[in-house]
């Protein structure tokens, strides 16, 4: 299985970014799909996901209202639309795969990097 992160990059504060996730190697129909994000000096933290199966989607508080995610089955792509950034968005963004009755990810894929300036 392989999960390929990309689409990080430099933003101003207030910018938007897209991210993407290739994901191969299996059938995710009894997955979710999420993004955690690292910062510096800080524990990875959940962001989103979504159920790639039926679409149903939960976000951290931190970032309702700003950040969507959503899957192109047919392309086996997940993607995170980062809009109104903050500079406390900053960090490594990872993909992940959790079957859905499991409480973990099974699959990692590397991460990318977002930097929001101020």
């Known amino acids: 299985v392989q999960l390929q992160a990309f689409g990080g990059g430099l933003v101003q504060a207030g910018g938007s970014l897209r991210l993407s996730c290739a994901a191969s190697g299996r059938t995710f129909s009894s997955y979710r799909m999420s993004w955690f994000r690292q910062a510096p000096g800080k524990e990875r933290e959940f962001v989103a996901d979504i159920r790639w199966s039926e679409g149903s989607t939960s976000y951290a508080d931190s970032v309702k209202g700003r950040f969507t995610i959503s899957a192109d089955r047919a392309k086996n792509t997940v993607f995170l639309q980062m809009n109104s950034l903050k500079p406390e968005d900053t960090a490594v963004y990872y993909c992940?795969?959790?079957?859905?009755?499991?409480?973990?990810?099974?699959?990692w894929g590397q991460g990318t990097l977002v930097t929001v300036s101020s």
């Open positions: 992940a795969a959790k079957w859905v009755f499991r409480k973990e990810p099974d699959y």
